[in-house]
């Protein structure tokens, strides 16, 4: 997930890669795409790994039939002005 975001253009990078060309500074915008990607990557590997372990945590706490029956409670809560009819 981390590899994969942080390999996905961004128009941002875009923004700043042709804003340095046009001043001259081509290398400096390459570093600085390159970092943003890096930056990309390593932020969605960490919340990956996050996940990963809050998953075990739960997994221990709460067994799987009892999470998916409160999850599907908030699935099937009305919203706003709505009304939950039976039937």
């Not at 975001?5 to 875009?14: K, M, N």
């Not at 390459?30 to 996940?51: D, P």
């Not at 999850?71 to 919203?79: H, I, W, Y």
């Amino acid at each position: 997930m981390g590899i994969a975001g942080g390999l996905v253009p961004s128009p941002s990078a875009l923004v700043v890669l042709l804003g340095a060309v046009a001043l001259g500074r081509t290398a400096f915008s390459v570093l600085l795409v390159i970092g943003y990607g890096l930056g990309m990557a390593a932020s969605l590997t960490l919340a990956g790994l996050l996940l990963v372990r809050l998953r075990e945590r739960i997994g221990t706490a709460l067994p799987l039939e009892q999470f998916a029956a409160v999850a599907s409670e908030f699935q099937r809560r009305p919203k706003g002005g709505e009304r939950l009819e039976s039937g």
